[in-house]
């Protein structure tokens, strides 16, 4: 059974930067498509990035967070990062990790399989 776990949420201030993890288990990333999203209280989940992970060099980002988070992997320990620079408070979320069978990334929720339960991310001014 895949599972997926995040880490390395937090408070910080806006500009700062901040990177998370999302290791999963059970399976290796190879086999998916890996994702970031994020959720705000009543808003829809939206996509942030996404990554091949079987060859890492198809990547895909909101235009909301180009140029400032770059998605990445670790094939050896079946993690894959979110690098978040330049934070502003509009980032302030709770960020989860999610995976899909298939070669086509996607941004989009209905499309994954396999979900971690979130990491918290505050920026403050």
């Known amino acids: 059974q895949v599972q997926v776990v995040e880490s390395g949420g937090g408070s910080v201030q806006a500009g700062r930067s901040l990177r998370l993890a999302c290791v999963v288990s059970g399976d290796t990333i190879r086999n998916y498509c890996m994702a970031w999203f994020r959720q705000t209280p009543g808003s829809e989940r939206e996509g942030v990035a996404a990554?091949?992970?079987?060859?890492?060099?198809?990547?895909y980002y909101a235009d909301s967070v180009k140029g400032r988070f770059t998605i990445s992997q670790d094939n050896s320990n079946n993690t894959v990062y979110l690098q978040m620079n330049s934070l502003q408070r509009e980032d302030t979320a709770m960020y989860y990790c999610a995976a899909k069978t298939g070669w086509l990334p996607s941004l989009h929720a209905t499309d994954f399989n396999y979900w971690g339960q979130g990491t918290q991310v505050t920026v403050s001014s």
């Open positions: 990554v091949r992970a079987a060859s890492g060099s198809a990547t």
